[in-house]
């Protein structure tokens, strides 16, 4: 696949993701819905890495990296809204 087909297959990944955060916010805000969305924002720094950011050529530890950081901060964060409510 070319690049510049994969960074349109990206743009339209990030696009949809987007839309799906806005239709998640739409909704009613609970502590489900507020987790949906920590996890298309994880998807979306995944797309961004690995599409943008072009570490899926990077060695394992740099992406590794990259990626748990985002997890980590999804569950960090999801963890303090759940214990919240």
């Known amino acids: 696949m070319s690049v510049s087909r994969v960074l349109i297959v ?3 990944a990030l696009a949809m993701l987007s ?3 806005v239709a ?3 909704a009613a805000g609970t502590g489900l819905i507020s987790v949906a969305i920590l996890m298309v924002a994880v998807a979306k720094a995944w797309v961004i890495a690995d599409g943008f950011m072009e570490l899926r050529h990077a060695p394992r530890l740099w992406r590794w990296l990259i990626l748990s950081w985002a ?8 963890s ?3 214990s919240s409510t």
Request: charged share 0%.
């Open 80 to 82: 303090a809204l759940l």
């Open 10 to 12: 990206c743009w339209t």
């Open 71 to 78: 997890v980590l901060l999804a569950v960090l964060i999801a």
């Open 24 to 26: 998640l916010g739409q």
């Open 19 to 21: 839309v799906g955060t």
